[in-house]
């Protein structure tokens, strides 16, 4: 049987790259998906495609997930198609602008980023945690970022997003480590996906990054994807509140 037989999952901000790659390995390891993201089409193709190799265990639509109703419509959805939520993993995001100073942000900039990147992922624990309790607990990931650990030139709104994601996620796993309900947070570093096509697709970018990365390569959407899965399992049962860094030891380059 697989790492996560029998577990049903919500990830969001999975049309590609790495909400696809969790996706997939997800019902690899044995779960049923629900896969949400703001781009309809992809994301439905996902769960066809996991539908055709694997029967019916994917169910892919639109939400945006800084709306508080989106977020109440697709937990039902989720329980109609498959009965109960075991894990979600708050993966949605965006970085939001081309790079700026602060004082160059204009404010609904800033709260755009916000939106989706923080202030969605405790709509997502509001309106998860009922349907865990139900079922005697659960695992919540939260995909925050290198950038939600040190600073990040050029992109403050983003760093603060994802600084919140990570102390979101150390006061919910307090609160609800009583319930069974582990709360744990995912800090990638560059990984070669859609999101940061600007920096992948240029080589002399891409190589002064590369040379900051002890490792000396950037990370795959798998990479975060096989963390997510062992974060989701029951194998890290005793692992609640914790940030795990995923960055090839870029943040320890000093």
Same mark, same amino acid.
């Given at each position: 049987?697989?790492?996560?037989?029998?577990?049903?999952?919500?990830?969001?901000?999975?049309?590609?790259?790495?909400?696809?790659?969790?996706?997939?390995?997800?019902?690899?390891?044995?779960?049923?998906?629900?896969?949400?993201?703001?781009?309809? @089409?992809?994301? +439905?193709?996902?769960?066809?495609?996991?539908?055709?190799?694997?029967?019916?265990? !994917?169910?892919?639509?639109?939400?945006?997930? !800084?709306?508080?109703?989106?977020?109440?419509?697709?937990?039902?959805?989720?329980?109609?198609?498959?009965?109960?939520?075991?894990?979600?993993?708050?993966?949605?995001?965006?970085?939001?602008?081309?790079?700026?100073?602060?004082?160059?942000?204009?404010?609904?900039?800033?709260? +755009?980023?916000?939106?989706?990147?923080?202030?969605?992922?405790?709509?997502?624990?509001?309106?998860?945690?009922?349907?865990?309790? =139900?079922?005697?607990? #659960?695992?919540?990931?939260?995909?925050?970022?290198?950038?939600?650990?040190?600073?990040?030139?050029?992109?403050?709104?983003?760093?603060?997003?994802?600084?919140?994601? =990570?102390?979101?996620?150390? #006061?919910?796993?307090?609160?609800? #480590?009583?319930?069974?309900?582990?709360?744990?947070?995912?800090?990638?570093?560059?990984?070669?996906?859609?999101?940061?096509?600007?920096?992948?697709?240029?080589?002399?970018?891409?190589?002064?990054?590369? !040379? +900051?990365?002890?490792?000396?390569?950037?990370? +795959?959407?798998?990479?975060?994807?096989?963390?997510?899965?062992?974060?989701?399992? @029951?194998?890290? =049962?005793?692992?609640?509140?914790?940030?795990?860094?995923?960055?090839?030891?870029?943040?320890?380059?000093?």
């Amino acid at each position: 049987m697989g790492r996560l037989a029998g577990k049903v999952a919500i990830i969001t901000g999975a049309a590609r790259g790495q909400g696809a790659s969790e996706a997939e390995l997800f019902v690899k390891e044995g779960a049923k998906v629900v896969i949400t993201d703001m781009l309809e @089409d992809e994301v +439905k193709q996902v769960a066809d495609t996991l539908n055709a190799q694997f029967g019916d265990v !994917a169910l892919g639509f639109k939400q945006n997930v !800084a709306e508080e109703t989106e977020w109440q419509e697709t937990i039902s959805k989720t329980i109609a198609k498959f009965g109960k939520v075991d894990v979600l993993v708050n993966n949605a995001g965006i970085t939001g602008i081309t790079p700026k100073k602060p004082e160059d942000y204009a404010l609904s900039e800033y709260e +755009k980023v916000m939106a989706v990147n923080a202030t969605s992922n405790f709509l997502g624990i509001k309106y998860v945690v009922p349907e865990m309790k =139900r079922i005697g607990g #659960g695992s919540i990931i939260n995909i925050s970022s290198l950038a939600g650990i040190v600073g990040m030139g050029g992109f403050s709104g983003y760093s603060a997003s994802k600084g919140a994601t =990570r102390l979101l996620t150390k #006061g919910a796993a307090v609160s609800l #480590g009583a319930d069974h309900i582990r709360v744990n947070s995912v800090h990638p570093g560059f990984i070669e996906t859609p999101m940061i096509s600007d920096y992948t697709d240029n080589a002399d970018i891409k190589k002064g990054i590369e !040379a +900051k990365i002890p490792l000396g390569y950037m990370g +795959k959407p798998e990479d975060v994807a096989y963390a997510v899965v062992f974060l989701a399992s @029951d194998e890290a =049962r005793f692992v609640d509140g914790a940030e795990l860094i995923i960055d090839g030891a870029q943040s320890q380059n000093v």
